[in-house]
């Protein structure tokens, strides 16, 4: 076998984790001397653990070694993870990314489908809420797409929600995103983003530390958070109920030494207590991309899509009124009407004028917010 068949094997042994195949790279240099190590040279590697205390290693364990030892087997499913796209990046290789090596318990090997950024890219890790609100998706479009747009690469879990408008607000830009999976890499979850799962591929990629068929078991998902976290220059949070999920990719972001940021809500609105918590710990609010690129590029950065503010183009009496009267929630055309007192054939005239000129748009029919793209 091939120097990676090996690799691959050792890290697709059933309960074998990071700390286990650390041990046992430890005590036989390499994974081809794991594999051909006898079952009596395997046992020292349980004395060993006793008193590294570490890490258990039990009996159990190495049977799953001994068990696993299929050349034929091992070599038909790397075979196969080619033939699929997929490609297995072990820490023995120099394409394994800098920043996920220097983590505790990283991860022995990735799967990527799609190719992964320059080693010296900016990347902005983009995490929140699965029910998000439609601010929350606005803002979310709107900060990855303007920091997509300056060629920094947004970073994300692919769940429901504020992952999910992060990776579209990202390739809106035509930039780059990257999708950790909590399950393996051939699995699209939810199931629903799978135009997403296979439009991020073309200039991003996916990645994965599980093997192709695991399913996305709710254990996973902790685990798949410290790559988020390890892969970022600054982890920004829209939208977080106190004990969000998200809170956890920020607790590891803050053992990493990250930059925490966080978009600051109303003080009665649950989906806005996570991130305002965040800012009293000492996190840095954001109002706007500029408050991250400034971190990012501190010799300086192009101007992101905001050359022109919105609220300096001309407008008549009625575009103004009917546009100050909008914000980030949608608003239905009746409830426009009755707020601005402008006829419902006059408002239609001026819904249109506006939304040709880029500075309004639909999310559902006939209901409408201020366009911040």
Partial sequence: MKNQEYNYWISSIPNIGPKKIELLLNTFGTAEEVFKASGSALKTVIECAKSDQTV?????????????????????????????????????????????????????????????????QKVIAIVGARECSAYGTEIT????????????VILSGMARGIDSYAHNGALEAGGITLAV???????????????????????????????????????????????????????????????????????????????????????????????????KMGAKPVTTPMDILEDLFPDGYRNPAEAIAKTQIPLSKGEKKVFDCLNLEPKYIEVISDQTDIPMMELMEILVKLELRGLIRQTIRNHYIQNLQ
Avoid at 141 to 152: I, Q
Avoid at 188 to 197: A, G, R, S
Avoid at 255 to 264: C, L, T
Wanted: with cysteine; aromatic share 8%.
């Fill in 181 to 279: 999976l909590g399950c393996g890499i051939d699995i699209c979850y939810p199931k629903e983003n799978i135009k997403l799962y296979m439009e991020i591929q073309k200039e991003g990629a996916i990645i994965s530390e599980y093997a192709p068929g695991i399913q996305p078991f709710a254990g996973n998902f902790p685990m798949r958070n410290r790559i988020i976290s390890a892969l970022s220059d600054g982890i920004l949070v829209i939208e977080a109920k106190k004990k969000s999920g998200s809170l956890i990719t920020v607790d590891m972001g803050l053992e990493q030494g990250k930059e925490i940021y966080a978009i600051p809500g109303r003080i009665c609105d649950i989906l806005s207590s996570g991130c305002n918590n965040l800012i």
């Fill in 56 to 120: 258990r290693f039990m009996q159990s364990d190495l049977d799953a070694i001994l068990h696993s030892k299929d050349k034929n087997r091992i070599h038909m499913e790397f075979s196969r993870l080619t033939e699929r796209g997929i490609r297995f990046i072990s820490k023995e290789e120099e394409e394994y990314p800098d920043k996920l090596r220097q983590i505790y318990n990283a991860p022995y090997a990735i799967f990527v489908k799609g190719k992964l950024p320059r080693k010296d």
């Fill in 141 to 152: 479009r709107y900060m990855a797409k303007s920091l997509a747009s300056e060629g920094v």
